[in-house]
Nanobody, 122 residues
């Protein structure tokens, strides 16, 4: 079981960049594939990016392709999301999540952080 805590959100202007972090405590971070999701008001969680347990491969959704990058440091039990060229429509609560089997669907992730708010002003 792992516990996840995100940080790095905030208020930025359109075009800016932000780096989100997700620190895992508990056991076995390096055994989990990880993902980043986001949720806007009243909507379901939207898949953004996922990375395999060893960081060897990843998947990304089209709306953020070329702007967002996922990475992980298993020695530090930390997952990262680098976001560039931010747009107002990127405004959301961002969540990291862990799954024992690589997946893209939110319902396949077992552990979730509490989320961090990202607000992009125009």
């Amino acid at each position: 079981q792992v516990q996840l805590v995100e940080s790095g959100g905030g208020l930025v202007q359109a075009g800016a960049s932000l780096n989100l972090s997700c620190v895992a405590t508990g056991r076995g971070f390096s055994n989990y594939a990880m993902g980043w999701f986001r949720r806007t008001h009243g909507n379901e969680r939207e898949f953004l990016v996922a990375i395999s347990s060893d960081g060897g491969f990843s998947s990304i959704t089209d709306p953020v392709k070329g702007r967002f990058t996922i990475s992980r440091d298993n020695a530090k039990n930390t997952l990262y999301l680098r976001m560039t060229s931010l747009k107002p429509e990127d405004t959301a609560v961002y969540y990291c999540a862990a799954t024992a089997r690589y997946a893209l669907g939110a319902d396949q992730y077992e552990y979730w952080g509490q989320g961090t708010q990202v607000t992009v002003s125009s």
